[in-house]
């Protein structure tokens, strides 16, 4: 069993910056290939935002590409997202997923609202 944490939404106005952590724990052995997704309000499902693999490779969508930076720290199994000049597009439930690519385990989300 996996279990997933997210935290650090909110709320912030167009331009600003957010950043979200993800701390993973459970049974197993290596929790290092991680994803942001999330799910815009009005839609059903959910998007990729950024991947890592266990290897390290870091893969963005092309709508965050230059604006949000992925991280991870393998001791804390904890994953980041920092999202700047965010935008109201950006708004949305931000989720974690493990394995990144084809989640079979999710957190409970955190909420971002983008908004003036």
């Known amino acids: 069993q996996v279990q997933l944490e997210e935290s650090g939404g909110g709320l912030v106005q167009p331009g600003g910056s957010l950043k979200l952590s993800c701390v993973a724990s459970g049974s197993v052995l290596s929790i290092l290939s991680l994803g942001w997704y999330r799910q815009a309000p009005g839609k059903q499902q959910r998007e990729m935002v950024a991947t890592i693999t266990s290897r390290g490779d870091i893969n963005y969508a092309d709508s965050v590409k230059g604006r949000f930076t992925m991280s991870r720290d393998n001791v804390k199994k904890t994953i980041f997202l920092q999202m700047d000049s965010l935008e109201p597009e950006d708004s949305g439930v931000y989720y974690c997923?493990?394995?990144?690519?084809?989640?079979?385990?999710w957190g409970q989300g955190t909420q971002v609202t983008v908004s003036s």
């Open positions: 997923g493990f394995p990144a690519g084809t989640p079979r385990y």
